[in-house]
């Protein structure tokens, strides 16, 4: 009798060409193995981090117990407690991703650290926590994460000219995609200009896909029109997919191919928020239905799981449907739902979600300083 081998997803996954990422990080993750489980058997290639992972990993366990005691006991500021904390848990994960790293040849065994996104809308202060992050966390694989805000644009310039590989977030709308994707270029142009090796220069522009869904599925139930029903769930997926026909026509552009030419590699477009928010829909959808070659997707962990057990690759499940994508759209607007109007609110939105997970993590470290506090008053006076 014949054996089958067992179905594994993630890997046809990876073999259509998609990044397997890992949108969680924690000191319990590395500390415990898992990473390095989650890299040999369920494939991933790389890991995102954001403040509320952080905040959760904290008040778990007591994997930070004695480093919050240390920095109790030397007085450390908060902002200061958590840039060491952070750059901690990113710089272990550079070292177990790193031989990834090497056998991609820079491509995946990526780790992203998030810039203060009280920073957002000031340029000069980005850039200069994103050069901190970057000599701090001291390892070739780390992704800096900029959001795609205006003044975000003008530091992705700056940061990238100067050598460092950013991950852009922040991205709904395909007017900021194109932005994003020109000041990658310009950083590299200035970065050739400075004689930084652009081969060394890495960057993906994070698309973000489910907080789309939700927002407009929530305007569909306010129109009174049968036709509504059947946009939901739709609009998310159409506008990532019109964010790769935007990519692939800027990499097949003469400023694109000259900068290849010298050496720079592509920003990669990372599918990001890919957890489906909506128990009406399939909970992998926003992996199966944006698989297409040179992307990423960023998972939250139960969403890797679920495409682990039961997702199904059919195949590039984008090119052929950018006509179907500005149908959808288009229809939208038919039915009186501003487009741009829902992504501008959306990145609003994501900032100030941005900046609640930073306080909660601030919130979170000021306490667990506080704990540790007298421990380490008892330490120093023994």
């Known amino acids: 009798m014949t054996m089958h081998p067992a179905s594994d997803p993630l890997l046809e996954l990876s073999a259509a060409g998609v990044s397997v990422w890992l949108d969680d990080l924690s000191r319990e993750l590395l500390a415990g193995g898992e990473l390095e489980a989650l890299i040999r058997d369920k494939h991933v290639v790389g890991v995102t981090s954001n403040p509320t992972i952080f905040a959760s990993a904290l008040s778990k366990g007591d994997r930070y117990n004695e480093q919050l005691r240390d920095l109790a006991a030397t007085g450390t500021g908060l902002d200061d407690a958590i840039f060491a904390i952070t750059t901690h848990d990113v710089r272990s994960a550079c070292r177990v991703l790193r031989p990834v790293y090497e056998q991609t040849d820079g491509v995946d065994g990526r780790v992203s650290i998030e810039v203060d996104p009280r920073l957002a809308r000031d340029t000069e202060a980005t850039i200069v926590q994103a050069l901190a992050l970057w000599r701090a966390v001291g390892e070739p694989n780390l992704f800096v994460k900029i959001p795609a805000t205006i003044e975000g644009l003008a530091a992705i310039t700056a940061v990238t000219a ?29 970065a050739a200009r400075a004689g930084h090796e652009l081969s060394a220069i890495h960057g993906v522009a994070s698309f973000f896909v489910s907080r789309v869904d939700t927002e407009v599925d929530a305007r569909l139930g306010g129109v009174a029109d049968p036709a509504a029903t059947a946009l939901e769930g739709r609009a998310a ?142 330490i120093g006076s023994a």
């Open 162 to 190: 100067q050598g460092i590989s950013v991950n852009v977030t922040l991205i709904f709308s395909l007017e900021r995609y194109r932005r994003v994707m020109d000041v990658y270029m310009r950083g590299l142009e200035a």
């Open 237 to 378: 997926v159409a506008n990532a997919r019109l964010a790769f026909e935007a990519y692939e026509q800027v990499a097949t552009g003469e400023r694109w191919q000259a900068l290849a030419a010298a050496g720079a590699r592509p920003q990669r477009p990372l599918w990001a928020s890919t957890g489906v928010k909506s128990p009406a829909y399939a909970d992998t959808m926003y992996v199966s239905e944006l698989v297409v070659r040179g992307t990423v997707n960023t998972m939250p962990g139960a969403t890797l799981m679920a495409f682990a057990d039961h997702g199904v690759v059919t195949g590039d499940t984008v090119h052929g449907t950018y006509d179907d994508a500005r149908d959808r759209l288009a229809a939208l607007q038919r039915l009186g739902i501003d487009f741009d109007e829902v992504t501008e609110l959306l990145e609003r939105e994501g900032l100030a979600k941005f900046e609640a997970s930073w306080d909660e993590l601030g919130a979170t470290v000021r306490r667990e300083l506080r704990d540790a506090a007298p421990t380490a008053a008892r």
